[in-house]
T-cell receptor, first 111, second 111 residues
Framework: KQEVTQIPAALSVPEGENLVLNCSFT??????LQWFRQDPGKGLTSLLL?????REQTSGRLNASLDKSSGRSTLYIAASQPGDSATYLC??????????FGKGTRLSVIA | DGGITQSPKYLFRKEGQNVTLSCEQN?????MYWYRQDPGQGLRLIYY???????QKGDIAEGYSVSREKKESFPLTVTSAQKNPTAFYLC??????????FGSGTRLTVV
């Protein structure tokens, strides 16, 4: 059974710092890996989708990489801003199976 | 604009009562999903449907029921058999083997 782990569980950084969030999964036979952002009391907003044939995706200050063989993904946030404060969730699936989620990393960016 | 609409935003259930959470999408997605989110637990899959008139149980289906009579709609009923229903419920949809889009959630509280 697929398990997804996100480290660290919480992170506090000063504004302007570059940071990396980590995601690992136990079964490397994945089809998609998706990173989401969740603000308190809100739904999930998709940030980046990486399909199994891809190694990374970029959107603005965000870059996500995927290493299937080692079962790892990283989300890199450049020049962090207070508006980046949220919980970041990583999820994976295999073929037709639904997404399996990690418990998230709660990020606080201090002005 | 295309998206997923969940209603109501807040719902209160009395002991022994069944309640139904609504989820509607206009993205023309084939698959729809229901997840439950509890503090510190991450998202757990309740039910999913990949096609109209067909659905499968997720990891925590006991005490819940669903229907998929239309492509656009996937309502979730929380029955009296669900002993601990207080949680944040999230609905999502996707194209086959594609990224997920989430609704804004329904917060259910037992009173």
């Amino acid at each position: 059974k697929q398990e997804v782990t996100q480290i660290p569980a919480a992170l506090s950084v000063p504004e302007g710092e570059n940071l990396v969030l980590n995601c690992s999964f136990t079964d490397s036979a994945i089809y998609n890996l998706q990173w989401f952002r969740q603000d308190p009391g809100k739904g999930l907003t998709s940030l980046l989708l990486i399909q199994s044939s891809q190694r990374e995706q970029t959107s603005g200050r965000l870059n996500a990489s995927l290493d299937k063989s080692s079962g790892r993904s990283t989300l890199y946030i450049a020049a962090s801003q207070p508006g980046d404060s949220a919980t970041y969730l990583c999820a994976v699936n295999s073929g037709n199976t639904p997404l399996v989620f990690g418990k998230g990393t709660r990020l606080s960016v201090i002005a | 604009d295309g998206g997923i609409t969940q209603s109501p935003k807040y719902l209160f259930r009395k002991e022994g009562q069944n309640v139904t959470l609504s989820c509607e999408q206009n993205l023309n997605h084939d698959a729809m999903y229901w997840y439950r989110q509890d503090p510190g637990q991450g998202l757990r899959l309740i039910y999913y449907s990949q096609i109209v008139n067909d659905f499968q149980k997720g990891d925590i289906a006991e005490g819940y029921s669903v229907s998929r009579e239309k492509k656009e709609s996937f309502p979730l009923t929380v029955t009296s058999a669900q002993k601990n229903p207080t949680a944040f419920y999230l609905c999502a949809s996707s194209i086959r083997e594609g990224g997920y889009t989430f609704g804004s959630g329904t917060r259910l509280t037992v009173v």
